[in-house]
Nanobody, 126 residues
Framework: QVQLVESGGGLAQAGGSLRLSCAAS????????MGWFRRAPGKEREFVAG????????YYADSAKGRFTISRDNAKNTVFLQMNSLKPEDTAVYYC???????????????????WGQGTQVTVSA
């Protein structure tokens, strides 16, 4: 079983930056593709970014393109989400997720991810 633990959330001002981290344990990190999702109050969970361990590609929601960057450090079993130019609408609980790297479903679908972290709160003030 893979365990995921997010960190790095907190309070930021609009225009500021935060870097989220997700540490994985219990499996071979390079066997898993990773994703970041978020859930804002009163809204559905939504895809933010994904990183394919199979082909090295990255994927982003339109809301994240140009502002957020997903990266991974395989030596540290950690995936990151660098968030720049933050907006109040980025306020949400952010979740890290993992799935087998050979799974071919869309990264935007939360149902394709098997393992989830507990989430970390990000609050962006205007």
């Amino acid at each position: 079983q893979v365990q995921l633990v997010e960190s790095g959330g907190g309070l930021a001002q609009a225009g500021g930056s935060l870097r989220l981290s997700c540490a994985a344990s219990g499996g071979t990190f390079t066997d898993y593709s990773m994703g970041w999702f978020r859930r804002a109050p009163g809204k559905e969970r939504e895809f933010v970014a994904g990183s394919s361990a199979a082909i090295g590609a990255t994927y982003y929601a339109d809301s994240a393109k140009g502002r957020f960057t997903i990266s991974r450090d395989n030596a540290k079993n950690t995936v990151f989400l660098q968030m720049n130019s933050l907006k109040p609408e980025d306020t949400a609980v952010y979740y890290c997720a993992a799935r087998n790297k050979f799974y071919l479903g869309p990264y935007s679908s939360a149902d394709t991810f098997r393992y989830w972290g507990q989430g970390t709160q990000v609050t962006v003030s205007a």
